[in-house]
């Protein structure tokens, strides 16, 4: 049964600033970004603490895709390593793609809800109790025709949420150019 995370956010303005790690890669951002998809980003980019991973350092990749259409911007603290170094990744999807809403109702049947913003309700799902088990909690929802999903590491749980609420207050951005 779905428990309501509460989660007070007094501390987020609506902004239309993504967080600046992302601003170097704006333009080509919104150039791969598929035709009819509008894409939320943070603010900002916030981690636990202790942590050595500075904002600055983070490698910014996208992943758009058209069948189905979606589009993927990751974050990792590295450029290239035997190890994994996947921080984390915010996704869109149109709300009429079936495995979006495949994955959102698993989200909903078997995640916890808070309210992101008016009536905006996300869904978490806690990687660690997963079957099978995962490193990566994940969060969705559903906005202006999109369904929205982040993923981080599970340790990173609050501030994904925080991210949550600050990407469905931003306002959407779609694709320039050509």
């Known amino acids: 049964m779905p428990v309501i995370l509460t ?17 170097p890669h704006m333009e080509d951002i919104q150039k791969n970004l598929p035709v009819g998809l509008a894409m939320r980003l943070p ?11 500075q904002e600055d350092k983070l490698v910014v990749r996208f992943f758009p895709s058209s069948n189905p259409q979606s ?9 290239r390593s035997p190890y994994p170094c ?4 915010f996704m869109v ?12 109702q698993r989200h909903q049947d078997l995640g916890d809800y808070l309210t992101l913003d008016q009536n905006i309700k996300g869904y978490l799902l806690e990687g660690p109790q997963q079957n099978p088990y995962s490193a990566f909690s994940t969060f969705m929802w559903q906005q202006n025709g999109m369904i929205y999903s982040l993923s981080f590491p599970a340790i990173e749980q609050q501030n994904m949420l925080n991210m949550a609420v600050s990407m469905a207050q931003q306002r959407p951005f779609y694709r320039r150019g050509n």
């Open 93 to 104: 999807d149109r709300s009429t793609s079936v495995s979006a809403q495949r994955e959102l």
């Open 43 to 53: 603010d900002r980019i916030p981690l636990s603490e202790p942590s050595d991973i």
């Open 71 to 79: 589009f993927t911007v990751s974050l990792f603290t590295c450029d």
């Open 7 to 23: 989660l007070i956010s007094s501390g987020f303005k609506a902004s239309a600033n993504p967080a600046a790690v992302f601003i």
């Open 86 to 89: 996947l921080l984390g990744s």
